[in-house]
């Protein structure tokens, strides 16, 4: 009787905050994002040497108690080059999934919940974007406006937001038809309130489970617009560069490649881990 109480007095936030805590896998993907955020910050006071600082009679060398993971062609630490660059690629990766969030999950519910010839125009204009190259459109955005690291993340998230208006777009039409949205429009609410009250909440789950997903594509696509020369440049770095000058070397020196590649597919598990317990976590009741 205690439990069926408390479970009724907790709010929806704290039910599902309770139930991710349950999730092991989920709350590990948690901390390890947390570390990872926490040693980016942190990086200065981590290691001795700077991301840009060089040592040419160095030189690659392999991992070793001075450099943890060695160095790179120019006798760069490859540790203090991974700490700094996981601050511009989990940037670029949250904050264009977020801006991919805010445009995606706006233009499908609009267009899921109005419906008829509404839905059918902005669903038609999604088609057309679809058709463009993802790839040449970012180009031509970086090109027109400028290299610069803010236009880099408004320039992803504004086109990897197509998927996500069609996953949102088809839960809408399934969520609409529930008894508490027909509940919600004979108390009188408008479709602004209904949309932002009832039927946004109630399609979270796959959106969030999308976007953990969408975070390591977002990084992948820097990796290659930075190889392009239209990314990030050097001496800055972020794992995707480092990965490209991996691939390179990985013959002679196969640590270059090995630890942000390791790195990033650590953040992937992570993420997929968290989208998961995210998922059930807040799945619809």
């Known amino acids: 009787m205690v439990d069926r109480l408390d479970s009724i007095s907790v709010s929806p936030r704290q039910d599902a905050w309770r139930r991710l805590k349950k999730n092991r896998p989920a709350m590990f993907g948690l901390f390890v994002l947390a570390a990872l955020v926490t040693l980016s910050i942190l990086a200065p006071w981590i290691t001795p040497y700077s991301y840009a600082e060089q040592n040419l009679e160095l030189g690659p060398s392999a991992p070793s108690s001075a450099h943890w993971m060695g160095s790179d062609l120019f006798g760069r630490d490859l540790l203090t080059r991974m700490l700094y660059g996981s601050r511009i690629s989990l940037a670029v990766g949250f904050i264009a999934t977020a801006v991919a969030l805010l445009i995606g999950v706006t233009w499908g519910a609009l267009a899921g919940y109005l419906g008829g010839r509404i839905d059918a125009l902005m669903m038609r204009a999604v088609d057309v974007l679809y058709a463009l190259p993802f790839t040449i459109f970012i180009i031509l955005l970086m090109v027109v406006f400028g290299n610069n690291i803010i236009l880099l993340f408004l320039a992803i998230g504004a086109v990897e937001w197509l998927t996500m208006a069609r996953i949102v777009r088809g839960q809408v039409l399934h969520v609409k038809q529930q008894d508490f949205v027909e509940a919600a429009v004979s108390l009188g609410l408008t479709r602004l309130q209904i949309i932002t009250r ?48 991996g691939v390179e070397t990985m013959e002679e020196y196969p640590w270059l490649l090995i630890y942000p590649a390791a790195l990033l597919s650590l953040t992937l598990f992570s993420l997929n881990f968290l989208g998961d317990g995210l998922r059930d976590a807040l799945s619809e009741r």
């Open 198 to 245: 009832h039927v946004i909440p109630n399609v979270m789950g796959p959106v969030i489970v999308y976007a953990t997903l969408t975070v390591p594509n977002v990084i992948l696509l820097e990796s290659f617009l930075s190889f392009l020369g239209l990314g990030i440049q050097p001496p800055q770095s972020s794992w995707g560069l480092l990965i490209s000058y």
